[in-house]
């Protein structure tokens, strides 16, 4: 794990992002813990959150010229990670996202921020759980004419959904199209046991052997 994960886990524990304990998903399942990205909600945190996508961004070596948040937990996070680019890592980077409903008057439309027409663009949100929200974002970037690079989110759980596959590996499987994190649930367990907190570790286990993907 590099430093910049670990941080990221710190930044979220510090913020009650990151919990662990015992919470009943949407799902059925009942996780060891639970990512709620939301409670970035001060400025400090919003910074040091979009330095983190950024690194991750950069660490991943994709290529793509623009970058896309979905509306409306993305919208911040690409403000941010484009914010970060430009000052952390000298990459002037435009970024657009969508509103929920198409605007009638004024400017018109959904799209807001950059034009993606021909453009190479990452999809920046949180984590994916179906992957609906994700394939609402395909579907409205093909419209606008963008090439989909990849995406990145903050949390991948590394967990099945309904079949043998995560959702993540569906997506990936589908587009033809790499789908980065900043962290893993294993990364989240080499935490716990660099912390030395077996009990949770424990748990973490026998929800990845039971959930797990491969």
Known sequence: ????????????????????????L??????????????????????????H???????????????FGPAYKGIPLVSATS???????????????????????????????????????IIIDDVITAGTAIRESVSFLKEAGAILSGVLIALDRQERGQGTLSAIQEIEEQYDIPVISIITMQDLMSYLQQEKQLE????????RDQYGVL
């Not at 794990?1 to 009943?24: E, P």
């Not at 009942?30 to 330095?51: D, I, R, W």
């Open 83 to 121: 914010i970060a680019l430009a000052a952390q890592h000298n990459k002037n980077i435009p970024y657009a996202f969508n509103r929920k409903e198409v605007k009638d008057h004024g400017e018109g439309g959904q799209m807001v921020g950059a034009d993606l027409k021909g453009q190479r663009v």
């Open 53 to 67: 996508y950024a690194t991750a961004l950069q660490t991943a070596g994709l290529e793509y010229d623009a970058l």
């Open 200 to 207: 949770t570790l424990t748990n973490m286990r026998t929800y």
């Open 1 to 24: 794990m590099q430093q910049y994960q670990l941080d990221f886990i710190k930044l979220a524990l510090k913020c009650d992002t990151l919990r662990f304990g015992k919470f009943n």
């Open 26 to 51: 949407k799902s059925g399942r009942t996780s060891p813990y639970f990512f709620n990205a939301v409670l970035f909600c001060t400025g400090e945190s919003l910074h040091l959150l979009g330095n």
